[in-house]
């Protein structure tokens, strides 16, 4: 064989692997070149330990490979100007212009070459450590014998190594220390509002009762609700009207605010009630019943005596003992304030212990009797049978609700969901799980009935949901929420086939139970001072004209306070104060123009200082006494069964802690 068929059978091998080679490499994946700019002149090829192969484009057909370091292309750069001296001022180019463009567009973002570690990033102190472990014990309400757990400790430990982490009696003694700060604060904060507002009530858990106590107020710069926590101190022995006025009169001294409370909201609880008779706050408002009226009596005529009477009857003096005189209670050992009954809790009285007397209409009752019983046997079979329960869902698509006594609206809920079912799914899904589960069918006319009943509660549970809020509630919304409350029943009273003596029964239990209270002229000023209602919700000029008269009247009052307070140090100044007629005049003006004023949001109060003011005072307090159920369910949370023999104290300090997270 010749030189020159070797040659070229040599360079046939070449060509052959070459282009094998080249074969390989398509089927590889594509390749995300490192340096996309330099794309004209090398193609990437792969990679090697820690190089890239790169193919110069120039070279070609040629096909010539180089190797270039992962953190620089400078091989690259080298064969340009060793092979391709013409091409270097267009890499450069090509370089500068990347550089460029990525100093500009990354800048500080850039990420770092090495990845730091968790710890390495900042240094953190074991007093910091400690704060948040502590706010995730109250936060997250959890027992302070977690941070025993070797599962936390390995948490934290691997978190922030190096890091002690606090037993349980050191979590117990940073809460209470936490607990005292936060009361601190809060005090000082209270300590600026004028106007407070408070609810109250029992709660039993686990053979221990504790009564709940919550504050409410306006920020006067804002006009915007706050709310906080109190107390919820464990009672011992009876419920006693005392007691619940003992413990209230001590939680309202402790933070300095007994007298800037203008009323204190409960449920209808006989303690209740008779504590603020005796010992609250007595007004044309109230309506209080006369306390020890036959004893006042019989007292006063003993005083009246006439001195023979007084002379004749000294011959025959008898000793008593002096210690049981002390001891009696004149009611005055206590200073409770003004009181209001929840409104939440009468409207469900309403809907349940009145809405019964509908029961006299005979077809009524032979009608809801009947419907009811069947809704209570597949309540009753769907909460004690898992079966019944999947039988239910299977066919309606969604669990039923069971009424429960205690909570407001669920047998409402309850009534509503079945009615949902039929509409949704037609009235044989109930008829299938009234077959399947073995209960009465209901007839067309108990669905009919069910239908309308819902109609006719739905408003009544509408208001309740309204009044039960806490941040854009006020006392305003009460009178004007009852009141439309009666026109939507009374408008239903129209159309009603079964449920009329229903309505009726609502009407009069709601005119029983708030009749007092739609005619309260202080209630009625406070709707009025509602910028979302001023006189807009009734049409009564009587109703109307209370109001008026009452907040035209504390307009006055609050004028000459504000000119006795800013009067001149002489006493001929002070005495003829009276006689200055501008600021009753001005308040009488901002009255007017706070009726005329189109806007209704409560941003418009800024605009008239004096009714702003009275505003907040007769708005500051809750309709309804469901914060402090929520209170208790936060309680709940914390005071489990497992947590059963916590000690009172520190479940409280926990729990105010949790609510009070504004202020700690």
């Given at each position: 064989m010749s030189v020159a068929e070797t040659q070229e059978n040599s360079s046939e091998v070449s060509q052959l692997s070459t282009s094998e080679e080249v074969g390989s490499q398509e089927d590889q994946p594509t390749l995300v070149h490192p340096w996309p700019y330099l794309e004209e002149f090398f193609e990437m090829v792969g990679c090697k330990n820690n190089s890239f192969r790169m193919r110069c484009k120039l070279c070609a057909p040629k096909y010539h490979e180089l190797m270039a370091f992962k953190n620089s292309p400078s091989n690259l750069k080298k064969h340009i100007e060793k092979k391709h001296p013409t091409r270097l001022e267009r890499y450069t180019q090509l370089t500068s212009a990347s550089l460029k463009r990525k100093s500009s567009t990354e800048g500080s973002l850039a990420?770092?070459?090495?990845?730091?570690?968790?710890?390495?990033?900042?240094?953190?102190?074991?007093?910091?450590?400690?704060?948040?472990?502590?706010?995730?014990?109250?936060?997250?309400?959890?027992?302070?014998?977690?941070?025993?757990?070797?599962?936390?400790?390995?948490?934290?430990?691997?978190?922030?190594?190096?890091?002690?982490?606090?037993?349980?009696?050191?979590?117990?003694?940073?809460?209470?220390?936490?607990?005292?700060?936060?009361?601190?604060?809060?005090?000082?904060?209270?300590?600026?509002?004028?106007?407070?507002?408070?609810?109250?009530?029992?709660?039993?858990?686990?053979?221990?009762?504790?009564?709940?106590?919550?504050?409410?107020?306006?920020?006067?710069?804002?006009?915007?609700?706050?709310?906080?926590?109190?107390?919820?101190?464990?009672?011992?022995?009876?419920?006693?009207?005392?007691?619940?006025?003992?413990?209230?009169?001590?939680?309202?001294?402790?933070?300095?605010?007994?007298?800037?409370?203008?009323?204190?909201?409960?449920?209808?609880?006989?303690?209740?009630l008779k504590a603020f008779r005796i010992y609250g706050q007595t007004d044309e408002n109230n309506n209080p019943e006369p306390v020890g009226e036959s004893d006042g009596e019989e007292d006063d005529g003993g005083q009246n005596d006439d001195d023979d009477d007084e002379e004749e009857s000294f011959e025959g003096v008898e000793f008593v003992d002096a210690g049981a005189l002390l001891d009696e209670d004149d009611y005055l050992e206590y200073q409770l304030p003004k009181h209001h009954r929840c409104a939440c809790h009468l409207l469900n009285l309403v809907s349940t212990v009145d809405a019964l007397k509908a029961e006299v209409n005979p077809l009524y009752k032979r009608v809801s009797r009947s419907t009811f019983a069947k809704c209570s046997s597949l309540w009753n079979k769907s909460s004690r049978s898992t079966t019944a329960s999947e039988v239910i869902e299977d066919h309606c698509k969604v669990q039923l609700l069971r009424p429960v006594a205690t909570r407001w609206n669920s047998l409402f809920s309850a009534v509503e969901r079945m009615v949902r079912i039929t509409r949704e799914q037609g009235e044989g899904a109930l008829a299938a799980v009234c077959s399947e589960l073995d209960t009465p069918k209901f007839t067309p006319v108990e669905l009919a009935f069910l239908a309308e009943?819902?109609?006719?509660?739905s408003p009544v549970a509408k208001a309740l949901d309204v009044l039960q809020g806490e941040t854009s509630v006020q006392m305003g919304w009460l009178v004007p929420t009852i009141t439309l409350l009666k026109t939507k029943l009374q408008q239903l009273n129209v159309a009603s086939k079964f449920c009329e003596p229903l309505i009726a029964a609502l009407l009069s239990g709601l005119e029983k139970r708030f009749g007092e209270m739609l005619t309260d002229p202080e209630l009625i000023a406070a709707a009025i001072l509602v910028p979302k209602f001023k006189t807009c919700w009734t049409s009564d000029e009587n109703i109307l004209k209370l109001g008026l008269d009452y907040i035209r009247s504390h307009l006055d009052c609050q004028a000459e306070n504000h000119i006795s307070d800013h009067s001149q140090s002489s006493e001929e100044e002070d005495f003829f104060s009276s006689l200055k007629k501008t600021s009753p005049l001005e308040t009488t003006q901002q009255l007017d123009a706070y009726l005329g004023c189109p806007r209704d949001t409560v941003e418009v109060l800024k605009s008239f200082p004096a009714v702003c003011q009275l505003s907040i005072k007769l708005n500051t307090a809750l309709p309804a006494s469901a914060a402090c159920e929520r209170l208790f369910t936060v309680a709940g949370l914390i005071f489990r069964p497992k947590r059963a023999c916590t000690a009172s104290k520190n479940f409280e300090n926990q729990l105010l802690l949790r609510l009070n997270k504004a202020y700690w």
């Open positions: 990420p770092p070459s090495k990845q730091t570690k968790l710890w390495e990033t900042q240094r953190v102190s074991q007093a910091s450590v400690d704060k948040v472990v502590l706010k995730f014990v109250v936060q997250g309400l959890h027992p302070p014998h977690i941070v025993q757990q070797q599962g936390f400790i390995d948490l934290v430990q691997h978190l922030r190594p190096n890091t002690n982490v606090m037993t349980r009696n050191t979590i117990v003694n940073k809460v209470t220390k936490a607990s005292i700060e936060m009361k601190r604060k809060l005090k000082a904060a209270l300590s600026e509002i004028e106007f407070i507002a408070t609810t109250t009530d029992c709660w039993t858990a686990h053979r221990r009762s504790f009564i709940g106590v919550t504050a409410h107020w306006f920020n006067p710069q804002t006009l915007q609700r706050s709310c906080a926590a109190l107390a919820c101190k464990q009672l011992k022995g009876s419920h006693t009207f005392s007691a619940l006025a003992g413990a209230l009169n001590d939680i309202h001294t402790e933070f300095n605010i007994r007298e800037k409370i203008v009323r204190t909201t409960t449920d209808n609880g006989s303690n209740f009943y819902a109609n006719t509660m």
